[in-house]
């Protein structure tokens, strides 16, 4: 059928390369298939499955079916108005929908390619075991990513050469079923841990197929294609990572602001990681990292609000450049972090302050005539409320009365005050270090970490009536996350705290923003309830439907031959 462009993928085998290596230039502009019989071809095609993860991890396209829309975070001023609200124009034929799918299939041909392919290639069969390995870690990624989104998807199992116009919806059980195949195989083949002997980051390990395992027994057990055993299967996948984490050499990061921090991205707790590059061309080719295959990481700019426009401020590298494409919701800020004196991650997850960087002194406000109740000593009418390297805005995260925020020499913007152009702004992937102001970030994205395999071995012990064990667990992710050592057991919780809402209150304190939200929500079957419960933009619109995604237009009218290609249902 017609959504896989052999064309295309050709050329991906050319053109997107592994970070580590470098494009040489050769007269010919495509590799044809024949070069699959080469062991270059296959470590290309290889390269190539690897590159197609840049354009989720990091992409908008999959940021926004992940984050916005959800519970956590909603449109903000320059975010789109339609699949994040749930309105009369979240179609079939979005654009965003149709990404995703497209990218989906086009690497999951291409990691048919490595598998069937390799080997029949002059390769030490160690290392054909291992790259085939690698591919289907990477095919099963991408097929979850598509049930999970779409349901029954149509299962593709080998290389196709040629465009089709036929293809007909696999059950999601069977698409399950392999996909926990690809995954127990990989596991079987790859290196044990990410920190591995001679391991790059971003290669693919047993215990990264381990925790995709956990992630998508938990799945399968709140869909419809659930088995009677998998919330205990994903517990023992989860808690052979826990269990055996030392010899992985993976731990906890003690510092909850250090696992983001700039240049820790390959830190003891990340099990695995989309890696992007300074060198634009591999990446690229655009800074929106919207369809046409865009590959940059540009969940720098996603969450950056329109600080620029307040007084004292201008747009720099440091801050940002002002995408504003979500903001929290108040839940998020008010409910779900509002614990802050014991527990650390508020303060190191959302920006609160910004200080004056405006160099013309024309630009800062001055004080009125008559001074207002309550000004600072030194205050002078006329006079500049505050200088440069000055804060210049504040969120305290508490109410402030009108006369205080008058009273105050910066913008002072309590919780009533915040809206969609600024509010508290999550900073997990901000990139100071980028070339200029509009570039995208060359950081890897952290996709999957030690603390996520602990809350999901919680969430199936819990389900399986293992409360004391449930508890444990999240009481260590919890205790890590301590402001203090004298904040530890204010940070434990017991059982009669415990419910699935609180393991996904929990989740968002731990893993808010890191591109999971909206899934979470499907596989907990809470989607509906907690946006209606806490996203007032979204809460009007959302309907039974929106708990799939739609399937693309464009793969609909692709098949042409034989039965038509069947919609979600309420699309």
């Known amino acids: 059928m017609k959504r896989i462009n052999l064309l295309l993928i050709l050329l991906l085998f050319t053109t997107i390369l592994s970070c580590n290596k470098k494009l040489i230039e050769e007269p010919r502009s495509t590799l044809v298939p024949d070069a699959l019989n080469t062991a270059q071809g296959v470590q290309m095609a290889l390269d190539a499955a690897y590159a197609g993860t840049r354009l989720f991890w990091g992409n908008q396209d999959y940021f926004t079916v992940t984050v916005i829309g959800t519970d956590e975070y909603q449109r903000g001023v320059d975010g789109n108005n339609d ?49 085939i390995g690698e591919a289907k870690f990477l095919r099963a990624s991408y097929y979850f990513v598509l049930t999970q989104f779409f349901g029954d998807v149509t299962l593709d199992k080998n290389f196709q050469s040629a465009a089709t116009t036929s293809a007909t919806r696999t059950p999601i059980a069977e ?37 995709v395992l956990a992630k998508l027994y938990l799945a399968r057990a709140g869909s419809s294609a659930k088995q009677p055993n998998d919330y205990l299967d994903a517990y023992n996948a989860a808690m052979d990572l826990i269990n055996n984490r ?63 426009k307040r007084p004292g401020m201008v747009r720099d590298v440091f801050y940002g450049r002002p995408y504003i494409r979500c903001i929290p919701t108040r839940w998020l800020v008010d409910t779900a972090f509002k614990e802050r004196v014991n527990d650390s991650r508020y303060n190191k997850t959302f920006q609160t302050v910004w200080y004056a960087n405006n160099p ?97 071995a919680a969430e199936a012990a819990f389900m399986l009536g293992k409360t004391a064990e449930a508890v444990s667990l999240i009481n260590t992710v919890r205790e890590r996350a301590a402001s203090s050592p004298a904040s530890v057991a204010a940070m434990d919780i017991t059982a009669a705290n415990l419910s699935i809402d609180f393991i996904l209150d929990e989740r968002s304190r731990e893993l808010t ?14 989607l509906l309830e907690r946006v209606r419960l806490h996203n007032k933009e979204a809460a009007p619109n959302i309907k039974d439907k929106h708990i799939l995604r739609p399937i693309p237009q464009s793969q609909i009218d692709a098949v042409t031959t034989g039965p038509a290609y069947p919609q979600n249902p309420g699309w």
């Open 83 to 131: 699949i994040n609200v749930y309105n009369s124009s979240y179609t079939p034929a979005h654009g965003t929908v149709n990404a995703n799918w497209r990218n989906a299939y086009t690497f999951i041909n291409t990691a048919n390619a490595v598998i069937d392919n390799a080997p029949h290639v002059n390769l030490p069969e160690a290392t054909i075991s291992r790259m």
């Open 175 to 211: 698409v399950y079923d392999f996909i926990i195949q690809d995954l127990k195989d990989a596991i079987g083949s790859l290196p044990a841990g990410p920190k591995s002997s001679g391991m790059l980051p971003g290669k693919v390990s047993a215990a990264a197929a381990k925790h």
């Open 246 to 308: 030392t010899s992985l050499q993976l731990a906890l990061v003690p510092d909850f602001g250090k696992i983001f921090a700039e240049g820790n991205e390959e830190n003891s707790e990340v099990i695995w990681s989309v890696q992007h590059t300074s060198s634009i061309a591999y990446n690229g080719p655009n800074n929106s990292g919207v369809s046409n295959f865009s590959a940059d990481n540009v969940l720098n700019h996603m969450w950056v609000g329109q600080y620029e």
């Open 360 to 456: 013309n002194p024309s630009g800062y406000p001055v004080w009125p005539n008559p001074l207002p109740a309550g000004a600072p000593a030194g205050a002078v009418s006329g006079q500049p409320k505050f200088k440069f390297g000055d804060t210049a805005i504040f969120m305290p995260g508490v109410d402030a009365s009108d006369a205080k925020i008058a009273a105050t020499p910066y913008l002072l913007i309590p919780p009533r005050k915040y809206d969609n152009t600024l509010s508290p702004t999550m900073f997990k992937y901000f990139d100071t270090k980028r070339a200029d102001l509009n570039a995208p970030s060359i950081r890897p994205v952290i996709v999957y970490r030690l603390a996520e395999t602990y809350l999901d």
């Open 513 to 526: 923003g890191e591109n999971m939200r909206w899934l979470d929500l499907v596989r907990t079957n809470k």
